[in-house]
Nanobody, 124 residues
Framework: QVQLVESGGGLVQAGGSLRLSCAAS????????MGWFRQAPGKEREFVAAISWSGGTTYYADSVKGRFTISGDGAKNTRYLQMNSLKPEDTAVYYC?????????????????WGQGTQVTVSS
């Protein structure tokens, strides 16, 4: 089993930046990719970005392309989401998740393990 713990959320003004971290522990060797999702109040959880465990492949939602960057530190089993040029519509609880699947990374149903989430609030 893999355990995930997110950190780095907070309150930031529009145009600002935040970096989220997702620390993985446990049976990480069985993980093929890690993803970031977000959920705003009253909305469904949506895909943000994903990265293969090796870091060689990344994938982004159109809404964050060019503003967010997903990366990884293999030695620390930690994955990051650097968020720049933040907008009020980026306000949500952000979750990291782990999957053993090689496809379908944009789908919540592809992920086996989820973190507890971290709140990101962008003020206008």
């Amino acid at each position: 089993q893999v355990q995930l713990v997110e950190s780095g959320g907070g309150l930031v003004q529009a145009g600002g930046s935040l970096r989220l971290s997702c620390a993985a522990s446990g049976r990480t060797f069985s993980t093929y990719a890690m993803g970031w999702f977000r959920q705003a109040p009253g909305k469904e959880r949506e895909f943000v970005a994903a990265i293969s465990w090796s870091g060689g492949t990344t994938y982004y939602a159109d809404s964050v392309k060019g503003r967010f960057t997903i990366s990884g530190d293999g030695a620390k089993n930690t994955r990051y989401l650097q968020m720049n040029s933040l907008k009020p519509e980026d306000t949500a609880v952000y979750y990291c998740a782990a999957t053993k699947r090689t496809t379908g990374w944009e789908l919540t149903t592809s992920y086996d393990t989820w973190g507890q989430g971290t709140q990101v609030t962008v003020s206008s």
